[in-house]
């Protein structure tokens, strides 16, 4: 994708889960950047999100 946002983030989300089978599930490590922290992130049912511990 050509920018990096919230509605980015979220369409590759959509894209993620549209991967996971019906009976897995899927885990995604997110740095710190601001539009993986932000309200309006949409996070599938059968993915959860962690982020990157501090160096």
Known sequence: ???CNTLAMN????????QVAADS???????????H????LVVPGKIT????AAL
């Open 37 to 40: 922290r932000c309200q309006g």
């Open 11 to 18: 369409y590759h989300l959509i894209e993620i889960g549209s």
């Open 1 to 3: 994708m050509p920018i």
């Open 49 to 52: 999100i962690t982020g990157t």
């Open 25 to 35: 599930h899927a885990g995604v490590i997110l740095d710190g950047a601001g539009w």
